[in-house]
C-alpha cells in the first residue's frame, strides 16, 4: 500500500471512528402505537422512550430544559399539537437555571413515558405521528456556570451540551368505520362512545369501546405496590375509612371488593370476544391488581407474566413486580 494511501485510509477510518462517537452523544426518541389501527373515537395511544445519551467515561453531557412535541396529522390536515416537558428540574445548585447534568455513572438518562392522548379522530382515514425531542440552549453566562460547576464536580471530565433535536420514525394509524356492535355503541352515544361509559358497560358490554369504559374501573395502582399486601396495607389501598366503626368498616371493604370481583368478571369476558384488543396489557394489570386486593396473589401474578412477556413500559413494570415476589420469598 503506497504512503499516500496509507493516509487516505487512516482520514478515512479517524472520521468514521468520530461519527460513530458523536453518534452514541445525541439524543433518540422511540415512539410506537400500541395499535396501527382503530375505529372512530377509539384512544390513540402512544408510548415513547426518549434517550438522551451514551457518554464515554470521560464526557459529562448537559440537558437543559427539553421538551417532548407530539404532532398528528390525519386525512382533513394537522390535529392538535401535544407538548410535555421531561426531565431536568430546577437545579439545587443553581436555581435560576434548568439542566441535567448526565455522567457515565448513568448513562442511560431514560424517560418512559406512557402518553394517553384521546385526539379527535373522528374521520375515516390514515393519520401520521411523529415524537420529536428539543432542549433549549443555554446562553453563555449558563455555560459557564455549568462549566465551572463541571471542573468542581467532575474533575477531569469534559462538558459537552446537548441541544439538538431528534425525531422519532413517522408512525401510521388507519381509523376505519364502526361495524356491529360497535357501530350501535357509536350512534347511540351520539358519536362519543368514550364520552359516555356507564351507558356502554351497561348496554354494549361487548362492544370494542366497553374495554376502555373497564379500565376506568380498575384499581390504578402501580403493580409492585400490591405485592404481599397486609391486611393494613390492603385496607390502606381500598381507602377503607379508618375513623369509622368496624361494622362500617367492613360494609365499605365487602363493598370494594365486591366491585373488582364485578369488573374482573367483566374484563375476563370481555377478553374472550376481544383477544386482540388494543390495551390488552393494561386491562390485564388492572386485572392484576385487582386480584392481589382479592388477596388471590396466583392468580395475579399469571397476569403479571402474561405482561412481562412483551414490551414496553408495562413489561418493565411487571418485570420489576416479579422482582420483588422473588426477593420475598
Known amino acids: 500500500m503506497t504512503r499516500k494511501r496509507f493516509i487516505v485510509l487512516a482520514l478515512l477510518l479517524t472520521l468514521l471512528s468520530l461519527n460513530g462517537i458523536r453518534a452514541k452523544s445525541e439524543p433518540a426518541v422511540r415512539a410506537t402505537l400500541s395499535n396501527?389501527?382503530?375505529i372512530l373515537n377509539e384512544p390513540l395511544i402512544l408510548d415513547i422512550r426518549l434517550k438522551v445519551a451514551d457518554l464515554s467515561s470521560n464526557a459529562v453531557v448537559i440537558a437543559s430544559k427539553s421538551f417532548l412535541v407530539v404532532k398528528v396529522s390525519g386525512p382533513h390536515g394537522p390535529c392538535k399539537k401535544l407538548l410535555v416537558e421531561v426531565g431536568?428540574?430546577?437545579?439545587?445548585?443553581?436555581?435560576?437555571?434548568?439542566?441535567?447534568f448526565l455522567t457515565s455513572d448513568h448513562p442511560e438518562w431514560e424517560n418512559p413515558i406512557r402518553l394517553t392522548r384521546r385526539y379527535d379522530l373522528m374521520s375515516v382515514g390514515t393519520y401520521h405521528v411523529q415524537v420529536s425531542w428539543m432542549s433549549q440552549p443555554l446562553d453563555d453566562f449558563g455555560r459557564r456556570v455549568v462549566e465551572r460547576e463541571v471542573s468542581r464536580k467532575f474533575p477531569g471530565k469534559t462538558p459537552t451540551f446537548l441541544e439538538k433535536l431528534a425525531f422519532s420514525r413517522t408512525l401510521k394509524f388507519v381509523v376505519k368505520e364502526p361495524t356491529?356492535?360497535?357501530?350501535?355503541a357509536y350512534q347511540a352515544t351520539n358519536r362519543c362512545p368514550m364520552c359516555k361509559p356507564s351507558q356502554l358497560l351497561k348496554q354494549y358490554p361487548t362492544s370494542t369501546y366497553a374495554g376502555y369504559a373497564l379500565l376506568g374501573l380498575g384499581p390504578g395502582f402501580t403493580m409492585w405496590d400490591l405485592v404481599n399486601l397486609s391486611a393494613e396495607n390492603r385496607d390502606q389501598h381500598l381507602a377503607?375509612?379508618?375513623?369509622a366503626s368496624k361494622e362500617k368498616q367492613d360494609e365499605f371493604r365487602a363493598k370494594s371488593l365486591e366491585a373488582y370481583q364485578s369488573f374482573l368478571d367483566k374484563a375476563k369476558q370481555f377478553l374472550l370476544l376481544h383477544p386482540d384488543f388494543a390495551q390488552i396489557d393494561l386491562l390485564r394489570k388492572e386485572m392484576a391488581n385487582a386480584l392481589f386486593l382479592l388477596g388471590r396473589q396466583d392468580e395475579a401474578l399469571e397476569q403479571v407474566k402474561l405482561i412481562e412477556a412483551k414490551d414496553g413500559s408495562l413489561a418493565e413494570e411487571a418485570e420489576k413486580t416479579l422482582q420483588k415476589v422473588e426477593k420475598a420469598k
Open 36 to 38: 396501527s389501527s382503530g
Open 88 to 100: 431536568s428540574p430546577k437545579s439545587p445548585w443553581s436555581p435560576w437555571l434548568d439542566a441535567v
Open 180 to 184: 356491529g356492535i360497535d357501530l350501535q
Open 240 to 243: 377503607v375509612p379508618q375513623g
